[in-house]
């Protein structure tokens, strides 16, 4: 495929964006090769500036669920549009997305949206330090929760240890106050919590892991987690903003049945604008100023058209038969993906739940971040480039998961595997 006009673009975005582009893997680094550059797109498909057209797996990292420009949430969004697109003042359609959103989550009693699921987690962790009057967080390897400073941090050199920072600009006083821990590893939750007795405020996770690439929670894991936080007073903080109306309509909580004490959603309650929220139980959320002393605050929150178009996606999410249709297209996808691996003989793990999947090349099943191998990127890069130019937009790293959405046609999916065959061939 020719890609001049997307290199045309990306020399210069250099010269007045860092890097580029406004969010780091948008690069295309790990990769290794130059990013498109996207010029519109419409149910399964996007296409780049020089033309191409691509079957779409990133869906805008996960809220394009219905497939792009649905027409009942475009015209959602131009009707919002139309009376104003921000008030900084309250509107009825925020109350109505938020009784949507209650009404899906059960132990959300209330709710507050924001823009972006940093917000989102960010705003949940000082409401759950806030609630219990306690500093430390516990977080787990390979589980994203957005940039801000307490979460950019890694585990220390012991079990118990305080976390280091990862980031320039993120102060070690910051990241001291964070623990982590292997995803999946209960008995090491159960030792960190031991070993700060009295001193934990949240343990934040996200239920199915969507930035190692896609990785299920272990029988038991969520539900010891729930247990040890009922015991020790902590506050289990659940990052949905992937997975919230993706895996369910009720989301991960609903498929694994544990509920965390707040919730952190985004992404598909946006319906593609920009758009975060957090809730829980009353006690937790009555915290909040302006009831409460803790303080969370912004001028975009609950954006008319954002909101507009949350209500329009979930409405349609409600339909017969929706979360059905997205389990059987996955299924048929990963499937042929196998299939396709199976015939070139290249070792693959290919993970998935419900509408979020992810192709690991190697042969051992990925249940935490260390066990993704050193060259299992590697091969994945090649792999990417090879679909990339066969006309399949897959997420530009090994580590991230893909998304199906209902405008996935059976064409979309006998296309994408058999450029799977070709790409596999290749490596």
Not at 139 to 158: E, I, N, T
Request: charged content about 20%.
């Amino acid at each position: 495929m020719n890609h001049q006009q997307s290199s045309t673009l990306f020399a210069k975005a250099k010269q007045v964006i860092p890097g580029g582009v406004n969010s780091p893997v948008r690069a295309f680094k790990s990769v290794g090769c130059e990013p498109i550059f996207i010029a519109r797109a419409s149910g399964s498909k996007i296409y780049d500036a020089d033309g191409n057209a691509y079957i779409d797996y990133v869906g805008s990292w996960g809220p394009m669920i219905l497939g792009h420009c649905h027409p009942k949430v475009v015209e959602a969004i131009q009707d919002a549009a139309r009376t104003g697109c921000s008030f900084g003042a309250p509107t009825e359609r925020e109350i109505t997305l938020a009784e949507m959103v209650c009404g899906a989550y059960p132990n959300i009693e209330m709710v507050r949206m924001v823009s972006s699921g940093t917000e989102a987690t960010m705003s949940a962790i000082r409401l759950a330090r806030g609630y219990t009057g306690r500093d430390k967080i516990l977080k787990f390897d390979g589980c994203y929760h957005g940039h801000a400073d307490s979460l950019l941090v890694k585990a220390g050199s012991g079990l118990a240890t305080f976390g280091v920072p990862t980031s320039p600009g993120v102060p070690a006083d910051v990241a001291k106050h964070t623990l982590t821990a292997a995803y999946n590893n209960l008995d090491e939750v159960k030792a960190m919590a031991a070993a700060n007795q009295g001193e934990i405020a949240c343990i934040i996770l996200e239920p199915i892991a969507g930035n190692m690439g896609c990785v299920a929670p272990k029988a038991g894991f969520l539900e010891g987690l729930r247990a040890l936080c009922d015991a020790e007073g902590i506050v289990l903080i659940i990052d949905e903003v992937m997975t919230g109306f993706r895996v369910a309509y009720g989301g991960a909580q609903e498929r694994f049945g544990v509920r965390g004490d707040l919730v952190c959603l985004g992404k598909i309650i946006g319906g593609g604008l920009p758009v975060g929220a957090f809730g829980g139980k009353r006690e937790i959320m009555e915290k909040l100023s302006p009831l409460g002393g803790i303080y969370q605050a912004g001028t975009l929150s609950g954006n008319p058209l954002a909101m507009a178009a949350g209500i329009a996606t979930l409405q349609l999410l409600q339909q017969e038969g929706f979360y059905q249709q997205i389990e059987e297209k996955s299924a048929y996808l990963c499937k042929g993906l196998q299939e396709a691996a199976a015939e070139a003989q290249v070792p693959t793990s290919l993970q998935r739940v419900g509408g979020m999947f992810c192709t690991y090349f190697q042969q051992e099943e990925v249940f935490a971040m260390a066990d993704v191998k050193p060259e299992t990127p590697q091969i994945f890069g090649k792999f990417f480039r090879s679909m990339l130019d066969q006309g399949v937009n897959l997420a530009p790293s090994q580590y991230e998961a893909g998304f199906m959405s209902v405008a996935h046609s059976t064409d979309d999916l006998d296309r994408t595997i058999e450029a799977a065959r070709k790409a596999c061939k290749s490596l």
